[in-house]
């Protein structure tokens, strides 16, 4: 069974612009949450979604944005760049009913 | 102060060592998980822990709800145990199956040959 994909792996934007950013689960699995990791302060919660609904939501900015698709893909959004938005955005999914979750590879986001 | 906190922030050790991580954490939780993230940046959950104690090859995890501490173990360590070593617990306050996961700030091993 494949794993979580997330697409792309690398991204450098400049300030100022925006950018989506791209999930998809194991198959089966509907649940998909986002997080941030940087050097200061590590691994944080984005938002989750489970069949297309936006179930919890961390302490982000609301140019923090995401959605799922019908086929539990999901992307994230992120509107008017700054440069500490620089970080690696990883997601994860899980099958319902289960506490473990599956982690992408990540998308490496540097922001200039 | 954290909800999670992690120690030792580093650790070094030598190939054959036993390696010890402790997290503890402030919140009533339902799950701790413990993940591991290889440079490059890809986690892979290594347990997930309600209760008790879990063992998987090299790998043994605890958990005290009481006293709200989690330890994960490595028995007979190995250069490619180099990593960084993350906690995370599911809070207790969310319910409906939410999943927020709160996070230590990761244990950097280096185990050398």
């Known amino acids: 069974k494949a794993g979580v994909t997330q697409t792309p792996r690398y991204l450098i934007k400049t300030r100022g612009q925006q950018v989506t950013l791209s999930c998809s689960p194991i198959s089966g699995h509907r649940s998909v949450s986002w997080y941030q990791q940087t050097p200061g302060q590590g691994l944080q919660f984005l938002f989750e979604?489970?069949?297309?609904?936006?179930?919890n939501k961390g302490n982000f900015p609301g140019r923090f944005s995401g959605r799922q698709f019908s086929n539990s893909r999901s992307e994230m959004n992120v509107s008017t760049l700054e440069l500490g938005d620089s970080a690696l955005y990883l997601c994860?999914?899980?099958?319902?009913?289960?506490?473990?979750?599956?982690f992408g590879p990540g998308t490496r986001l540097t922001v200039t | 102060k954290n909800e999670v906190e992690q120690s030792p922030q580093n650790l070094t050790a030598q190939e054959g060592e036993f390696i010890t991580i402790n997290c503890s954490y402030s919140v009533g939780i339902s799950a701790l998980h413990w993940l591991q993230q290889h440079p490059g940046g890809g986690i892979v959950s290594l347990f997930m822990l309600s209760s008790g104690k879990k063992k998987h090859g090299r790998l043994i995890a605890t958990i005290n709800i009481q006293e709200k501490h989690s330890s994960l173990h490595i028995t007979a360590s190995h250069p490619r145990d180099s990593a960084v070593y993350i906690c995370a617990v599911k809070s207790l306050l969310l319910q409906g199956g939410s999943e927020k996961l709160v996070f230590g700030k990761g244990t950097k091993l280096t185990v050398n040959p």
């Open positions: 979604y489970f069949s297309e609904t936006q179930r």
């Open positions: 994860a999914s899980r099958r319902q009913g289960s506490y473990e979750q599956y």
